[in-house]
């Protein structure tokens, strides 16, 4: 087996695994119990939310645990929406996003809010004049992904920091707010590039930032929303006072405990790996230009994850190479698995100007740590012949 697709989920390290295993059935204690077992839990969860605000230079109280990205993003959006309605009815995002940020901005837009979606290049990079020309008074959240999924496009978050700032500078504000944190406030979803970016919320000059443990080499089913000091938000579910009231629910001890190992280890090794992972993909690139024509690269050529390659493969249907490889024991994408019962091509390749019989023929592989050169090659040999054997098989 060969696992090319590390960007829809990761296999659980066994460091987290071994780290976790004991609040599975040794210390399962509510961590909202004031007896000595439960305050076993709530310190383990304490000791948890420090960590992953050690790493984003953060104060722990402003780490929220959800249960995965798609529900941080949910938390980021709708909360800031209703907390902050009485400002304006504006919304910006991008074409680009994952799902689980333009369903909640297309919810609001049916609701009556106002949304902007940014274009992007051929790269995939947003049009920093479209940002400038798109805020307004009215303007309450900027949601823009730090690292495209689907095509690995980075973006430049501290740029569109720097401009949101700029603009909110020129505001006067009134009296009630000039001690207030006032809109537009910027979000993220960093899900995609946790594990190999750096998430600190001052270099990037972030307000929310968005990310899970699945992507990371940590569990299912946890996720996290970092909201800066001062910014009020709506909570989405009632309950419980846990998550100081932004959102209610027992807490999923084992997966939080996850979520801070998997981002530890990550953080001490994306130095060596990204460069590990950029030579492999780099690699594969070369190989398959040389050895087969009508390939296109989509997203940015070096603005991009180091584990990402997503190419489009003229005359090829993707999910027929996507069946032909799975036989051959490979298993990669065609772009985001929280799409994939879609039949409509790829709304991330339509935005960068591929065609729609382009977009239906690219490909993703994502690598990951499980991956060396031993098994590059070896998918090398098999993805080129497959590739030749179909297009052989369809005259083209």
Not at 64 to 71: A, D, H, L
Not at 238 to 250: D, I, M, P
Request: charged share 20%; proline share 4%; hydrophobic share 35%.
């Amino acid at each position: 087996m060969i696992y090319l697709d590390h960007a829809a989920a990761t296999p659980l390290d066994v460091r987290v695994l071994n780290t976790i295993l004991p609040y599975f059935h040794e210390k399962y204690g509510n961590p909202s119990s004031l007896h000595t077992f439960g305050q076993q839990s709530r310190e383990a969860i304490n000791q948890a939310r420090q960590l992953i605000a050690n790493f984003i230079e953060c104060n722990p109280k402003e780490i929220i645990f959800t249960s995965s990205g798609t529900e941080s993003n949910n938390l980021a959006i709708f909360g800031i929406a209703q907390a902050y309605e009485k400002h304006g009815h504006h919304l910006i995002t991008t074409q680009i996003e994952h799902e689980s940020v333009l369903e909640p901005y297309r919810h609001l837009e049916k609701q009556g809010w106002e949304v902007t979606y940014l274009p992007v290049d051929r790269d995939g990079i947003v049009k920093i004049a479209a940002l400038e020309k798109a805020l307004s008074p009215k303007t309450t959240l900027v949601s823009i992904m730090t690292a495209n999924n689907e095509i690995g496009t980075i973006q430049p978050i501290k740029k569109f920091a720097a401009i949101i700032k700029k603009y909110k500078d020129k505001q006067k504000p009134r009296p009630d707010q000039e001690t207030k944190l006032t809109p537009p406030f910027f979000h993220t979803d960093a899900c995609q590039a946790a594990g190999t970016l750096g998430i600190n919320h001052n270099s990037l000059g972030i307000d929310l930032l968005s990310f899970n443990g699945s992507k990371i080499y940590g569990p299912k089913g946890i996720g996290a929303l970092y909201l800066k000091k001062g910014i009020n938000l709506t909570s989405q579910q009632y309950g419980g006072s846990q998550e100081y009231k932004r959102r209610a629910g027992t807490e999923n001890v084992p997966a939080i405990i996850g979520l801070a190992k998997a981002l530890e280890i990550a953080q001490q090794s994306q130095t060596v790996e990204n460069k590990r992972l950029i030579k492999l993909r780099d690699y594969c690139f070369k190989k398959i230009q040389i050895n087969l024509k009508n390939i296109i690269l989509n997203g940015h050529l070096t603005q991009r994850l180091p584990n990402n390659l997503n190419l489009t493969i003229k005359g090829i249907e993707g999910e027929i190479l996507l069946m032909r490889l799975d036989q051959a024991g490979i298993f990669a994408s065609a772009g985001s698995a929280c799409t994939a019962g879609s039949t409509e091509p790829s709304h991330v390749l339509r935005a960068i100007g591929r065609s729609k019989q382009e977009a239906y023929g690219s490909i993703r592989f994502s690598l990951g740590h499980s991956n060396d050169e031993v098994q590059i090659k070896h998918f090398l040999k098999t993805f080129l012949q497959i590739v030749k054997e179909i297009r052989a098989e369809s005259g083209r």
